[in-house]
C-alpha cells in the first residue's frame, strides 16, 4: 500500500464485536499515527450481526513501515487471524 505524508488512510475490515473478537492494530508510532477507531453494523442487519470495522492513520514520517491487524478476543493469546499491511510513506 503507499501512503503520501500528513494524508489520512483507512483500513477497513469485516468484523462482529459481539462475538468477543476485536481488532488490534500494532504499527510503528514513529512512521504512523492512528487517528480514529470505528465500527459500523452493516445495513439492515439484526442486532449482533457483523459489520465493518475502520482504522484511520496519517503518516508522519516517509519511509517503509507495516501495520499488523490480529482479530482476537482480548483475554485470549491466540488470534483467529492475522494480517499485515506493508506501508511506503512518500512525502
Do not use: C
Not at 457483523?50 to 499488523?68: D, M, N, S
Amino acid at each position: 500500500m503507499n501512503a503520501s505524508l500528513n494524508v489520512e488512510f483507512t483500513l477497513s475490515l469485516e468484523s462482529n464485536p459481539t462475538t468477543g473478537y476485536v481488532w488490534e492494530a500494532t504499527f510503528d508510532r514513529v512512521f504512523l499515527e492512528l487517528r480514529k477507531k470505528e465500527f459500523k453494523e452493516s445495513d439492515g442487519e439484526s442486532v449482533g450481526s457483523g459489520g465493518i470495522e475502520t482504522l484511520t492513520f496519517v503518516p508522519i514520517k516517509a519511509g517503509r513501515t507495516e501495520i499488523t491487524m490480529v482479530h482476537k478476543r482480548p483475554w485470549e493469546s491466540i488470534p483467529l487471524e492475522r494480517r499485515s499491511f506493508p506501508i511506503q510513506i512518500t512525502e
